[in-house]
Protein backbone atom coordinates (compact mmCIF):
# COMPACT_ATOMS: atom_id res chain seq x y z
CA UNK A 1 0.00 0.00 0.00
CA UNK A 2 0.80 3.42 -1.07
CA UNK A 3 1.27 5.91 2.40
CA UNK A 4 0.05 8.59 2.98
CA UNK A 5 3.22 10.53 3.53
CA UNK A 6 3.71 14.23 4.58
CA UNK A 7 5.47 16.27 2.09
CA UNK A 8 9.12 16.62 2.85
CA UNK A 9 10.50 19.46 0.50
CA UNK A 10 13.71 18.80 -1.78
CA UNK A 11 17.19 20.21 -0.43
CA UNK A 12 18.02 20.85 -4.40
CA UNK A 13 17.02 24.20 -4.95
CA UNK A 14 17.38 26.11 -8.12
CA UNK A 15 18.77 29.15 -9.00
CA UNK A 16 15.90 29.99 -11.51
CA UNK A 17 16.14 31.44 -14.65
CA UNK A 18 12.38 32.23 -14.62
CA UNK A 19 12.00 33.80 -18.11
CA UNK A 20 13.75 30.66 -19.68
CA UNK A 21 11.75 28.11 -18.01
CA UNK A 22 8.30 29.52 -18.15
CA UNK A 23 9.63 30.03 -22.36
CA UNK A 24 10.21 26.65 -22.32
CA UNK A 25 7.19 24.93 -20.40
CA UNK A 26 5.10 27.11 -22.16
CA UNK A 27 6.13 25.96 -26.17
CA UNK A 28 5.84 22.59 -24.74
CA UNK A 29 2.45 23.12 -23.28
CA UNK A 30 1.24 24.26 -27.06
CA UNK A 31 0.58 20.64 -27.32
CA UNK A 32 -2.23 21.07 -24.32
CA UNK A 33 -3.61 23.89 -26.40
CA UNK A 34 -3.86 21.79 -29.60
CA UNK A 35 -4.93 18.93 -27.75
CA UNK A 36 -8.10 20.78 -25.91
CA UNK A 37 -8.48 23.04 -29.51
CA UNK A 38 -9.16 19.68 -31.71
CA UNK A 39 -10.84 17.60 -28.50
CA UNK A 40 -13.51 20.12 -28.36
CA UNK A 41 -14.10 22.00 -31.56
CA UNK A 42 -16.39 18.90 -32.84
CA UNK A 43 -18.73 19.81 -29.85
CA UNK A 44 -19.87 23.12 -31.74
CA UNK A 45 -19.61 21.83 -34.82
CA UNK A 46 -21.09 18.76 -34.36
CA UNK A 47 -24.74 20.06 -34.72
CA UNK A 48 -23.79 21.40 -38.21
CA UNK A 49 -21.72 18.37 -39.70
CA UNK A 50 -24.74 15.95 -38.11
CA UNK A 51 -26.99 17.42 -40.34
CA UNK A 52 -24.81 17.40 -43.29
CA UNK A 53 -23.89 14.05 -43.09
CA UNK A 54 -27.11 12.74 -42.20
CA UNK A 55 -26.32 11.47 -39.11
CA UNK A 56 -29.40 9.89 -37.75
CA UNK A 57 -28.86 7.02 -35.05
CA UNK A 58 -26.92 6.99 -31.15
CA UNK A 59 -24.19 4.70 -32.46
CA UNK A 60 -23.99 7.19 -35.31
CA UNK A 61 -23.22 10.37 -33.25
CA UNK A 62 -21.27 8.38 -30.51
CA UNK A 63 -19.14 7.21 -33.08
CA UNK A 64 -18.62 10.56 -35.12
CA UNK A 65 -17.73 12.14 -31.23
CA UNK A 66 -15.63 9.53 -29.80
CA UNK A 67 -13.69 8.17 -33.03
CA UNK A 68 -10.53 10.84 -32.42
CA UNK A 69 -9.69 8.67 -29.43
CA UNK A 70 -8.95 5.44 -31.88
CA UNK A 71 -6.20 7.33 -32.85
CA UNK A 72 -5.59 9.08 -28.97
CA UNK A 73 -4.66 5.31 -28.02
CA UNK A 74 -2.22 4.84 -30.79
CA UNK A 75 -0.16 7.96 -30.37
CA UNK A 76 -0.60 7.23 -25.95
CA UNK A 77 0.68 4.08 -26.79
CA UNK A 78 3.70 4.63 -29.09
CA UNK A 79 4.45 8.36 -27.45
CA UNK A 80 6.53 5.90 -24.12
CA UNK A 81 8.64 4.17 -26.99
CA UNK A 82 9.14 6.39 -29.65
CA UNK A 83 9.97 9.15 -26.97
CA UNK A 84 12.15 7.32 -25.29
CA UNK A 85 13.95 6.24 -28.59
CA UNK A 86 13.91 9.25 -30.31
CA UNK A 87 13.73 11.91 -27.54
CA UNK A 88 10.55 13.80 -26.34
CA UNK A 89 11.24 16.88 -28.46
CA UNK A 90 11.23 15.20 -32.10
CA UNK A 91 7.95 13.50 -31.05
CA UNK A 92 6.18 16.52 -29.95
CA UNK A 93 7.16 18.04 -33.29
CA UNK A 94 5.17 15.23 -35.23
CA UNK A 95 2.73 15.92 -33.01
CA UNK A 96 2.51 19.16 -34.19
CA UNK A 97 2.93 18.47 -37.96
CA UNK A 98 0.14 15.83 -37.58
CA UNK A 99 -2.46 18.65 -35.92
CA UNK A 100 -1.92 21.03 -38.91
CA UNK A 101 -2.41 18.32 -41.79
CA UNK A 102 -5.46 16.60 -40.37
CA UNK A 103 -7.44 20.05 -39.29
CA UNK A 104 -7.07 21.01 -43.23
CA UNK A 105 -8.18 17.44 -43.80
CA UNK A 106 -11.12 17.73 -41.37
CA UNK A 107 -12.35 20.75 -43.22
CA UNK A 108 -12.14 19.13 -46.46
CA UNK A 109 -13.90 16.08 -46.14
CA UNK A 110 -16.76 15.48 -48.78
CA UNK A 111 -18.09 12.09 -46.80
CA UNK A 112 -18.67 10.68 -43.59
CA UNK A 113 -16.16 8.40 -43.56
CA UNK A 114 -13.40 10.61 -45.11
CA UNK A 115 -14.54 13.05 -41.75
CA UNK A 116 -14.02 9.82 -39.56
CA UNK A 117 -10.32 8.99 -40.87
CA UNK A 118 -8.93 12.15 -40.86
CA UNK A 119 -10.33 12.60 -37.10
CA UNK A 120 -8.71 9.71 -35.92
CA UNK A 121 -5.22 10.35 -37.51
CA UNK A 122 -5.70 13.59 -35.53
CA UNK A 123 -6.54 11.78 -32.94
CA UNK A 124 -2.78 10.23 -32.52
CA UNK A 125 -1.64 13.93 -32.07
CA UNK A 126 -4.26 14.44 -29.25
CA UNK A 127 -2.51 10.94 -27.71
CA UNK A 128 1.34 11.97 -28.40
CA UNK A 129 0.54 15.55 -27.39
CA UNK A 130 -1.54 14.48 -23.79
CA UNK A 131 1.42 12.19 -22.90
CA UNK A 132 4.53 14.14 -23.82
CA UNK A 133 3.66 18.01 -22.90
CA UNK A 134 3.41 17.28 -19.33
CA UNK A 135 6.12 14.42 -19.38
CA UNK A 136 8.19 16.91 -20.74
CA UNK A 137 7.41 20.25 -18.43
CA UNK A 138 7.91 18.09 -15.23
CA UNK A 139 11.65 16.50 -16.81
CA UNK A 140 12.72 20.01 -17.03
CA UNK A 141 10.64 22.07 -14.10
CA UNK A 142 12.76 22.67 -10.68
CA UNK A 143 10.71 21.03 -7.98
CA UNK A 144 9.22 24.06 -6.55
CA UNK A 145 7.76 25.07 -9.25
CA UNK A 146 7.09 21.80 -11.03
CA UNK A 147 3.19 21.21 -10.15
CA UNK A 148 2.46 24.70 -11.35
CA UNK A 149 4.70 24.66 -14.87
CA UNK A 150 2.83 21.16 -15.07
CA UNK A 151 -0.36 22.85 -14.61
CA UNK A 152 0.11 25.09 -17.33
CA UNK A 153 -0.45 22.45 -19.22
CA UNK A 154 -3.95 21.94 -18.28
CA UNK A 155 -3.85 25.76 -18.28
CA UNK A 156 -3.18 25.75 -22.46
CA UNK A 157 -5.76 23.25 -22.59
CA UNK A 158 -8.54 25.08 -21.23
CA UNK A 159 -7.37 28.11 -23.27
CA UNK A 160 -7.55 25.71 -26.50
CA UNK A 161 -11.46 24.63 -25.68
CA UNK A 162 -12.29 28.04 -24.94
CA UNK A 163 -10.60 29.61 -28.07
CA UNK A 164 -12.31 26.90 -29.95
CA UNK A 165 -15.52 27.56 -28.46
CA UNK A 166 -15.76 31.37 -29.00
CA UNK A 167 -14.51 30.65 -32.60
CA UNK A 168 -17.85 28.18 -32.84
CA UNK A 169 -20.20 30.71 -31.57
CA UNK A 170 -18.83 33.92 -33.28
CA UNK A 171 -18.84 31.77 -37.04
CA UNK A 172 -22.49 30.82 -36.28
CA UNK A 173 -23.94 33.58 -34.29
CA UNK A 174 -26.17 34.94 -36.87
CA UNK A 175 -28.13 31.31 -37.22
CA UNK A 176 -31.80 32.12 -36.70
CA UNK A 177 -33.16 31.34 -33.44
CA UNK A 178 -35.36 27.94 -34.03
CA UNK A 179 -33.74 27.73 -37.38
CA UNK A 180 -35.09 23.54 -38.98
CA UNK A 181 -32.80 21.25 -39.19
CA UNK A 182 -33.72 21.21 -43.09
CA UNK A 183 -32.57 25.21 -42.88
CA UNK A 184 -29.36 24.23 -40.85
CA UNK A 185 -28.19 21.32 -43.65
CA UNK A 186 -28.58 23.60 -46.57
CA UNK A 187 -27.37 27.15 -45.40
CA UNK A 188 -23.39 28.18 -45.13
CA UNK A 189 -23.38 27.24 -41.28
CA UNK A 190 -24.38 23.20 -42.69
CA UNK A 191 -22.59 23.45 -45.56
CA UNK A 192 -19.16 25.63 -44.73
CA UNK A 193 -19.54 27.28 -41.36
CA UNK A 194 -18.02 23.71 -39.68
CA UNK A 195 -15.60 23.19 -42.16
CA UNK A 196 -14.23 26.98 -40.89
CA UNK A 197 -14.41 25.50 -37.44
CA UNK A 198 -11.94 22.22 -38.01
CA UNK A 199 -9.73 24.32 -40.75
CA UNK A 200 -9.17 27.37 -38.13
CA UNK A 201 -6.74 24.44 -36.01
CA UNK A 202 -3.88 24.76 -38.63
CA UNK A 203 -2.94 28.19 -37.61
CA UNK A 204 -1.95 27.16 -33.71
CA UNK A 205 -0.72 23.90 -34.84
CA UNK A 206 1.94 25.92 -37.17
CA UNK A 207 2.65 28.14 -34.54
CA UNK A 208 3.45 24.84 -32.23
CA UNK A 209 5.75 23.31 -34.87
CA UNK A 210 7.77 26.42 -34.99
CA UNK A 211 7.92 26.65 -31.60
CA UNK A 212 9.43 23.28 -30.73
CA UNK A 213 12.70 23.77 -32.96
CA UNK A 214 13.69 26.48 -30.41
CA UNK A 215 13.55 24.33 -27.33
CA UNK A 216 15.78 22.06 -26.24
CA UNK A 217 15.70 17.80 -25.76
CA UNK A 218 14.50 17.10 -22.34
CA UNK A 219 17.57 16.82 -19.70
CA UNK A 220 16.54 13.57 -18.05
CA UNK A 221 15.86 12.08 -20.95
CA UNK A 222 20.05 12.94 -22.24
CA UNK A 223 21.31 11.95 -18.91
CA UNK A 224 19.18 8.69 -19.08
CA UNK A 225 21.22 8.01 -22.36
CA UNK A 226 24.84 9.29 -20.90
CA UNK A 227 24.56 12.41 -22.78
CA UNK A 228 25.74 14.08 -19.29
CA UNK A 229 27.07 16.89 -20.35
CA UNK A 230 24.16 18.63 -23.06
CA UNK A 231 21.77 17.40 -19.88
CA UNK A 232 24.16 19.34 -17.26
CA UNK A 233 24.27 22.90 -19.84
CA UNK A 234 20.31 22.38 -20.24
CA UNK A 235 19.79 22.24 -16.31
CA UNK A 236 22.65 24.84 -15.83
CA UNK A 237 20.71 27.19 -18.58
CA UNK A 238 17.57 26.58 -15.80
CA UNK A 239 18.60 26.72 -12.34
CA UNK A 240 22.25 27.49 -12.65
CA UNK A 241 25.77 25.48 -12.33
CA UNK A 242 25.51 24.63 -8.89
CA UNK A 243 22.25 22.88 -9.43
CA UNK A 244 22.55 21.14 -12.42
CA UNK A 245 25.68 19.66 -10.89
CA UNK A 246 23.54 18.34 -8.49
CA UNK A 247 20.31 17.47 -10.10
CA UNK A 248 22.36 15.45 -13.27
CA UNK A 249 24.11 13.67 -9.92
CA UNK A 250 20.61 12.83 -8.46
CA UNK A 251 19.24 12.07 -11.81
CA UNK A 252 22.63 9.52 -12.04
CA UNK A 253 21.48 7.73 -8.99
CA UNK A 254 18.46 6.56 -9.93
CA UNK A 255 19.71 4.88 -13.35
CA UNK A 256 22.42 2.71 -14.16
CA UNK A 257 24.32 1.84 -17.12
CA UNK A 258 22.19 -1.31 -17.59
CA UNK A 259 18.57 0.70 -17.29
CA UNK A 260 19.40 3.14 -20.64
CA UNK A 261 18.62 0.31 -22.74
CA UNK A 262 14.77 0.15 -24.48
CA UNK A 263 12.16 -0.21 -21.76
CA UNK A 264 9.85 -3.29 -22.10
CA UNK A 265 6.68 -2.82 -21.03
CA UNK A 266 6.52 -6.08 -19.00
CA UNK A 267 9.30 -4.25 -16.78
CA UNK A 268 6.01 -2.11 -15.58
CA UNK A 269 4.80 -5.30 -13.98
CA UNK A 270 7.72 -5.47 -11.83
CA UNK A 271 6.40 -5.77 -7.97
CA UNK A 272 8.22 -2.42 -6.94
CA UNK A 273 6.46 -0.66 -10.23
CA UNK A 274 3.27 -2.09 -9.88
CA UNK A 275 1.86 0.37 -7.00
CA UNK A 276 2.62 2.96 -8.55
CA UNK A 277 1.53 2.01 -11.86
CA UNK A 278 -1.83 1.09 -10.57
CA UNK A 279 -2.06 4.34 -8.82
CA UNK A 280 -1.03 6.47 -11.64
CA UNK A 281 -4.02 4.25 -13.90
CA UNK A 282 -7.03 4.25 -11.70
CA UNK A 283 -6.37 9.12 -11.16
CA UNK A 284 -5.97 8.90 -15.26
CA UNK A 285 -9.37 6.79 -15.40
CA UNK A 286 -10.99 8.72 -12.49
CA UNK A 287 -10.00 11.74 -14.51
CA UNK A 288 -12.36 10.67 -17.47
CA UNK A 289 -14.90 8.95 -15.28
CA UNK A 290 -15.95 11.60 -13.03
CA UNK A 291 -17.99 12.85 -16.84
CA UNK A 292 -16.75 16.06 -17.46
CA UNK A 293 -16.32 14.98 -20.74
CA UNK A 294 -19.34 14.54 -21.66
CA UNK A 295 -20.49 18.50 -20.88
CA UNK A 296 -17.51 19.89 -23.27
CA UNK A 297 -18.89 16.75 -25.94
CA UNK A 298 -22.47 16.86 -25.59
CA UNK A 299 -23.08 19.95 -24.29
CA UNK A 300 -26.19 20.24 -26.88
CA UNK A 301 -27.81 17.38 -25.28
CA UNK A 302 -27.70 18.67 -21.57
CA UNK A 303 -28.32 22.27 -22.44
CA UNK A 304 -31.84 21.03 -24.62
CA UNK A 305 -32.61 18.89 -22.19
CA UNK A 306 -32.42 21.85 -19.57
CA UNK A 307 -35.10 24.00 -22.12
CA UNK A 308 -32.40 26.20 -24.35
CA UNK A 309 -31.99 26.53 -28.17
CA UNK A 310 -29.54 25.61 -30.26
CA UNK A 311 -28.24 29.43 -30.40
CA UNK A 312 -28.36 30.09 -26.44
CA UNK A 313 -26.71 26.28 -26.06
CA UNK A 314 -23.63 27.95 -28.33
CA UNK A 315 -23.60 30.90 -26.02
CA UNK A 316 -23.45 28.71 -22.70
CA UNK A 317 -20.99 26.22 -24.29
CA UNK A 318 -18.72 29.75 -24.05
CA UNK A 319 -19.51 30.04 -20.78
CA UNK A 320 -18.59 27.23 -19.84
CA UNK A 321 -15.18 27.32 -21.59
CA UNK A 322 -14.54 30.82 -19.19
CA UNK A 323 -15.55 29.19 -16.54
CA UNK A 324 -13.05 26.65 -16.95
CA UNK A 325 -10.54 28.98 -17.82
CA UNK A 326 -11.30 31.22 -14.36
CA UNK A 327 -11.02 27.78 -12.43
CA UNK A 328 -7.87 26.67 -14.48
CA UNK A 329 -6.14 29.96 -12.73
CA UNK A 330 -7.29 28.61 -8.83
CA UNK A 331 -4.87 25.75 -9.79
CA UNK A 332 -2.11 26.88 -11.11
CA UNK A 333 -1.40 29.14 -8.12
CA UNK A 334 -2.54 26.67 -5.46
CA UNK A 335 -1.09 23.68 -6.37
CA UNK A 336 2.54 23.87 -5.03
CA UNK A 337 0.99 25.80 -2.13
CA UNK A 338 -2.14 23.58 -1.08
CA UNK A 339 -0.61 20.54 -2.44
CA UNK A 340 -1.34 17.63 -5.00
CA UNK A 341 -4.02 15.50 -2.41
CA UNK A 342 -6.10 18.52 -0.92
CA UNK A 343 -7.08 20.03 -4.44
CA UNK A 344 -7.85 16.56 -5.43
CA UNK A 345 -9.89 15.54 -2.51
CA UNK A 346 -11.86 18.70 -2.67
CA UNK A 347 -12.54 17.83 -6.63
CA UNK A 348 -13.90 14.30 -5.95
CA UNK A 349 -16.01 15.29 -3.65
CA UNK A 350 -17.08 18.74 -4.99
CA UNK A 351 -18.45 16.44 -8.19
CA UNK A 352 -20.13 14.12 -6.05
CA UNK A 353 -22.53 16.96 -4.38
CA UNK A 354 -22.72 18.90 -7.81
CA UNK A 355 -24.04 15.89 -9.70
CA UNK A 356 -26.39 14.72 -7.14
CA UNK A 357 -27.94 18.38 -7.76
CA UNK A 358 -28.36 18.26 -11.13
CA UNK A 359 -29.76 14.58 -11.35
CA UNK A 360 -32.56 15.91 -8.85
CA UNK A 361 -33.30 19.31 -11.05
CA UNK A 362 -33.47 16.87 -14.33
CA UNK A 363 -35.90 14.28 -12.30
CA UNK A 364 -38.31 17.20 -11.07
CA UNK A 365 -38.03 19.06 -14.62
CA UNK A 366 -36.25 22.09 -13.27
CA UNK A 367 -34.65 23.90 -16.18
CA UNK A 368 -32.88 27.18 -17.24
CA UNK A 369 -30.57 29.34 -15.15
CA UNK A 370 -30.71 26.04 -12.23
CA UNK A 371 -29.13 23.48 -14.54
CA UNK A 372 -27.27 25.88 -16.49
CA UNK A 373 -25.18 27.26 -12.77
CA UNK A 374 -25.23 23.79 -11.35
CA UNK A 375 -23.13 22.79 -14.93
CA UNK A 376 -20.69 25.98 -14.38
CA UNK A 377 -20.19 24.52 -11.00
CA UNK A 378 -19.02 21.61 -12.02
CA UNK A 379 -17.03 22.66 -14.48
CA UNK A 380 -15.27 25.44 -12.18
CA UNK A 381 -14.80 22.72 -9.53
CA UNK A 382 -12.94 19.90 -11.79
CA UNK A 383 -10.80 23.25 -13.28
CA UNK A 384 -9.42 23.78 -10.17
CA UNK A 385 -8.55 19.88 -8.98
CA UNK A 386 -9.01 17.00 -10.87
CA UNK A 387 -8.29 18.60 -14.58
CA UNK A 388 -4.27 19.61 -13.95
CA UNK A 389 -3.57 17.72 -11.02
CA UNK A 390 -4.16 13.96 -12.04
CA UNK A 391 -1.60 15.45 -15.10
CA UNK A 392 1.06 16.61 -12.63
CA UNK A 393 0.42 13.64 -10.64
CA UNK A 394 0.78 11.25 -13.39
CA UNK A 395 4.09 13.23 -14.19
CA UNK A 396 6.18 12.81 -11.42
CA UNK A 397 5.04 9.81 -9.58
CA UNK A 398 6.86 7.04 -12.36
CA UNK A 399 10.67 6.63 -11.75
CA UNK A 400 13.11 7.87 -14.64
CA UNK A 401 13.73 4.63 -16.18
CA UNK A 402 10.19 4.03 -16.64
CA UNK A 403 8.74 7.27 -17.25
CA UNK A 404 8.10 6.90 -20.90
CA UNK A 405 6.77 3.70 -21.13
CA UNK A 406 4.37 4.39 -17.81
CA UNK A 407 3.19 7.50 -19.00
CA UNK A 408 2.00 6.03 -22.15
CA UNK A 409 0.04 3.10 -20.05
CA UNK A 410 -1.55 5.30 -17.96
CA UNK A 411 -2.53 8.06 -20.58
CA UNK A 412 -3.42 5.43 -22.96
CA UNK A 413 -5.98 3.86 -19.92
CA UNK A 414 -7.18 7.23 -20.19
CA UNK A 415 -8.37 7.81 -23.17
CA UNK A 416 -9.90 4.32 -23.25
CA UNK A 417 -11.77 5.47 -20.38
CA UNK A 418 -12.29 8.41 -22.27
CA UNK A 419 -14.00 6.64 -25.36
CA UNK A 420 -16.16 4.34 -22.56
CA UNK A 421 -17.41 7.82 -21.96
CA UNK A 422 -18.41 9.91 -24.47
CA UNK A 423 -19.33 6.24 -26.60
CA UNK A 424 -21.92 5.66 -24.01
CA UNK A 425 -23.34 8.53 -22.84
CA UNK A 426 -25.86 9.25 -25.46
CA UNK A 427 -26.88 5.15 -25.06
CA UNK A 428 -26.70 5.89 -20.98
CA UNK A 429 -28.78 9.45 -21.90
CA UNK A 430 -31.26 6.90 -23.88
CA UNK A 431 -31.45 4.60 -20.94
CA UNK A 432 -31.44 6.02 -18.17
CA UNK A 433 -32.47 9.32 -18.85
CA UNK A 434 -30.39 12.89 -17.74
CA UNK A 435 -31.35 12.28 -14.16
CA UNK A 436 -30.26 8.57 -14.21
CA UNK A 437 -26.50 9.78 -16.03
CA UNK A 438 -25.65 12.26 -13.69
CA UNK A 439 -26.22 10.11 -10.60
CA UNK A 440 -24.21 7.04 -12.24
CA UNK A 441 -21.49 9.87 -12.01
CA UNK A 442 -21.95 10.80 -8.72
CA UNK A 443 -21.42 7.53 -7.69
CA UNK A 444 -18.06 7.09 -9.75
CA UNK A 445 -17.11 9.87 -7.96
CA UNK A 446 -18.16 8.63 -4.90
CA UNK A 447 -15.60 5.99 -5.66
CA UNK A 448 -12.62 8.13 -6.68
CA UNK A 449 -12.86 9.93 -3.89
CA UNK A 450 -12.25 6.97 -1.28
CA UNK A 451 -9.94 5.83 -3.43
CA UNK A 452 -7.70 9.03 -3.61
CA UNK A 453 -8.04 8.92 0.22
CA UNK A 454 -6.55 6.08 0.67
CA UNK A 455 -4.10 5.53 -1.89
CA UNK A 456 -2.45 8.97 -3.31
CA UNK A 457 0.75 10.91 -1.77
CA UNK A 458 1.73 14.46 -1.14
CA UNK A 459 4.23 15.07 -3.57
CA UNK A 460 4.46 18.60 -3.49
CA UNK A 461 8.27 20.11 -3.01
CA UNK A 462 10.19 17.10 -3.93
CA UNK A 463 12.45 16.41 -6.59
CA UNK A 464 10.93 13.32 -8.99
CA UNK A 465 14.22 11.48 -7.98
CA UNK A 466 13.07 12.10 -4.81
CA UNK A 467 9.72 10.96 -5.64
CA UNK A 468 10.86 7.94 -6.79
CA UNK A 469 12.67 6.52 -3.76
CA UNK A 470 9.78 6.94 -1.25
CA UNK A 471 7.23 4.97 -3.75
CA UNK A 472 9.27 2.90 -5.15
CA UNK A 473 12.38 1.98 -3.63
Same mark, same amino acid.
Given at each position: ?29 M ?14 A ?19 ? =? ?6 ? #? $?? /?? @? ?7 ? !? &? ?5 A ?17 T ?33 GK?? =? ?6 ? #? $?? /?? @? ?7 ? !? &? ?32 V ?23 A??I ?13 ? @? ?13 V ?44 Y ?85 I ?28 Y?F?I ?7 A ?38
Amino acid at each position: MITNTTSTPTHLKADCNYGYVWLISSVAAMGGLLFGWDWVVIGGAKPFFQRYFDLTTEAQIGWAN =SCALIGCL #V $GS /LV @AGTLSDRFG !R &KRLLILAALIFAVTSVGNALAHNFTVFIVWRMVGGVAIGLASSLSPMYIAEVAPAQMRGKLV =SLNQLTIV #V $GI /LL @AQVINWYLV !R &KLPPGATDEFIKNSWFGQQGWRWMFGLTAAPSLVFLLGMFLVPESPRWLAKFGRTEQARRILGRIGGESYANAAV @AEIQSTISSEETQRVRFKDLLDPRMRKVMVLGVVLAVFQQWCGINVIFNYAEEIFRAAGYDISSVLKNIAWTGSVNLVFTFVALFTVDRLGRRPLMLFGAGGLVLIYLAMGLCYANGVKGLPVLLLVLASIGCYAMSLAPVTWVVISEIFPNRIRGAAMSVAVTALWIACFLLTYTFPILNARLGSAGTFWLYAAICGAGLLFIGWKLPETKGKTLEQIEKELVD
